[in-house]
């Protein structure tokens, strides 16, 4: 058995209730401000106050002792909202946006979505992998020890499974933990142009079964939005994902309120994501339910809108996570980290608050909460050493990757 010690530790973690956290336990973290963990074997055997957790080693033969000088201990980072499988960014259409171009204008020029797409459908399998490996990584050097990735950019059946193997794989590679999720219906594809009801009828009949077959995705996800896909498309796109076993989530009232919340609390999903325009009523039928928020600030930040209301979320009950939305067109960031900061300096959330949303609701949004999320016995050793005493030195950083001093998954040092 591979066992290690580390000790001098001021470990800040959530407590894993059973359920994602809401309301007031959205803020509340357990410290150890003279802490130690003991790993065996990559899991979590002992945390706590250093002296108990030297009881517990007492005898024992340990591989190795890490000094961690006092600094801050936080659960490794989870990531529950990304696209960032794809080729090639759009650097040329941030610019255009920036100084005031049109999205309509954009599209002429060859930019958006679908440039991704077409990109994505020719890249060979092994350079959509390295591109998105590397993704993996970097995010990984920030902190992030488990993440979601979605599909989206294939929109056929060939180029979405060829997705979903790349995600597959570029999380062995990278070593992270990721959650694969089935986006057939991100757009609708040049092809389906002028019959985009076929599209929905080719994800339903032909893809979910592929994909379910495949056995890679976990989750299936739909962009529910006013000329994409209706909420009754998306219902009857969601009601088959489930009967194939898939678990359900929703891009839902990102640009205009069209129901997506109150969609997601009635088919129970486990998400509902972006939120920006959500209703009252949405909100409160979430919370009802328990569906996650997931919140993407950078989105926001890159768009120059306004964020979502979290702390009303907060307030009603609704258990909010934080995600990067890593994608080429509206948030090339793979960073928790300024997501984080941006949560509390643009949301006003607390940095416990923005903890919790960031490790272990953002666990429970993609089905993770059992082994990752907190700093529990039994759960894998990912954690991240800040260059810090508290969480609060991420935003107070701006969310710079300098707040981290290094990253270790599975007990094993990454960064
Ligand atoms: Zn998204």
């Not at 989870?78 to 204008?105: A, I, K, N």
């Not at 898939?246 to 609390?265: C, F, M, P, R, V």
Request: proline fraction near 4%; hydrophobic fraction near 40%.
């Amino acid at each position: 058995m591979v066992r290690k010690l580390f000790r001098n530790a001021r470990i800040y973690t959530p407590r894993d209730l059973g359920e994602p956290l809401r309301g007031r336990d959205q803020g509340s973290l357990t410290a150890f401000p003279e802490g130690a963990l003991l790993v065996e074997d990559g899991l979590l055997a002992a945390i706590g106050p250093e002296k108990e957790v030297l009881d517990r080693v007492a005898g024992g033969q340990l591989c190795q002792e890490v000094d961690l000088e006092g600094m801050c201990v936080i659960p490794g980072l989870v990531d529950p909202h990304t696209h960032m499988c794809f080729v090639g960014t759009r650097e040329r259409e941030f610019q255009m946006r920036c100084e005031g171009t049109s999205y309509l204008e954009i599209l002429a020029a060859g930019g958006g979505i679908l440039s991704t797409v077409q990109r994505v459908r020719q890249a060979r399998e092994e350079e959509l992998l390295a591109e998105t490996t590397g993704r993996m990584r970097k995010a990984m050097a920030m902190g992030t020890t488990t993440l979601e990735v979605k599909s989206g950019y294939g929109l056929n059946v060939q180029d979405e499974l060829k997705m979903l193997r790349v995600i597959d794989r570029g999380a062995r590679l990278a070593g992270a933990d990721v959650s694969p999720t089935f986006l057939g219906a991100h757009a609708i594809p040049p092809e389906f142009k002028n019959s985009p009801g076929e599209y929905v009828d080719l994800v339903v009949e032909e893809m979910l079964p592929r994909v379910s077959q495949q056995g890679i995705a976990r989750f299936c996800d739909v962009f529910c939005e006013e000329g994409v896909f209706s909420p009754d498309e998306t219902r009857r796109i969601l009601r088959r994902a489930r009967s194939l076993g898939l678990g359900l989530k929703i891009h839902a009232d990102e640009i205009k309120d069209t129901g997506g919340a109150k969609l997601a609390a009635e088919l129970e999903a486990v998400s509902a994501e972006h939120l920006l325009a959500a209703s009252n009523e949405g909100l409160k039928a979430m919370a009802e339910k328990g569906v996650i928020a997931i919140l993407l600030p950078a989105t926001a930040l890159s768009l120059r809108k306004p964020y979502a209301r979290a702390r009303e979320m907060i307030q009603m009950g609704v258990p909010v996570a934080l995600a990067t939305d890593c994608n080429p067109g509206s948030s090339y960031t793979n960073s928790m980290l300024l997501v984080m900061a941006l949560a509390v300096l643009g949301m006003g959330l607390s940095a416990e608050e923005a903890l919790v949303a960031s490790t272990i609701n953002g666990a429970y949004a993609i089905g993770m909460a059992q082994k990752v999320g907190t700093l529990e016995v039994g759960k894998q050793a990912d954690f991240v050493v800040l260059d810090g005493e508290t969480p609060w030195i991420i935003p107070y950083s701006l969310g710079a990757q300098s707040s981290v001093r290094a990253v270790y998954k599975r007990g094993e040092r990454v960064s």
